[in-house]
């Protein structure tokens, strides 16, 4: 990652404007280079146009591809990841995230779809939160609350692209200016994403400021480990490890309380089917109209730790979320209706997709006992996330 540190502070605005693609074509055993890990090596990295947004501006998409056949699509557009491939337990590839095939579609309606999410991923308390006295007001663009980042967030901004040929990475930028979407601050964030030979992909969120600030990035992939996207996913067998979570109001907002799992249908902490308990009576899932909760991590300021699992029995496909976050949130594609087309053909019904959506708590910048959310200038704000997928 000092590649990618000295990098960003060398950057200047100019660079963020346009870099120069290179599309790489290295041989398998090809040994020219005695540090690069020869599993990094290896991944491919393809750009092709993928549409004009309705401003007129060109979004490119960009194809990692692995030696395990392992592909990922990822745009400039919210830094969408479009498609993910990966084996089933027979080897079969195939698309493994919810989506859509036209940037007009992502435009004109989507729920977050494979989408980078900022500056503030989840809920704020009706939009509003304080920063040394100084009250800033945000978009309610959700009931009475603010969501993942307001009218425009990063999941709706074009970002600037650079292929990281050595390292089988895509790192994308974004200048957030001072007081977009009410956010104080120039917020400089770069987003990399990296496809390695073990068939992980890693996302790391990098971002500083001018100005005392918040910040909470996440990755908003509706993931459905069986490649159908007609099918459901309540008999995906996930595991959370976590003791606790965070229950919510009716608008989703944190009561405060941080509760025990135990003898609730909150408990992940063995693997379970999504389906085995999301329709039991219980005020909690009433909320959220199913999961669509955060959950309090276990082992927290140990780094990088497994978060959560997911297992699809059918298609044998596994993926482990590796995260530096104190929270996850599970949401199980309760507001997909039928309406939303999918890129299979038909629409994405109800609870076809889930997400796993690492992060800090919803509405930290209210709850004084939250882990912080703030960035000074000076400071680098620095996370990763990494979905590995395998069968069993
Ligand atoms: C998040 C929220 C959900 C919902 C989805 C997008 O996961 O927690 O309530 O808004 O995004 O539909």
Redesign the pocket.
Known sequence: MNVLKRSFYCMTLLSFAYFNIQCKGEKKGDNTSEEMPQSKKMVTISKAAFGVTADSVQVDSYTLKNQQGMEVQIITYGGIITSLKVPNKAGVIEDVVLGYPTLAQYEKSS??FGALVGRYG??IAKGKFSLDGTEYTLATN?GPNH??GGEKGFDKVVWSAEVLDDEGALKLSYLSKDMEEGYPGNLKTIVTYTLTEDNALEVFYESTTDKKTIVNLTQ?SYFNLSGDFSKTILDHEIMINADAFIPVDKT?IPTGELKEVANTPFDFRTAKPIGQDIDVENDQLKN?LGY?HCWVLNNQNQGIRLTATAFDKASGRFMEVFSDEPGI?L?TG??LDGTLPSKQGGTYAYRTGF?L?TQHYPDSPNQKEFPSVVLNPGETYKTKTSFKFSTK
């Open positions: 729920p977050y989840n809920r959700n969501l993942h908003h989703l959220g669509d949130q949401y309760n507001f997400c959506e």
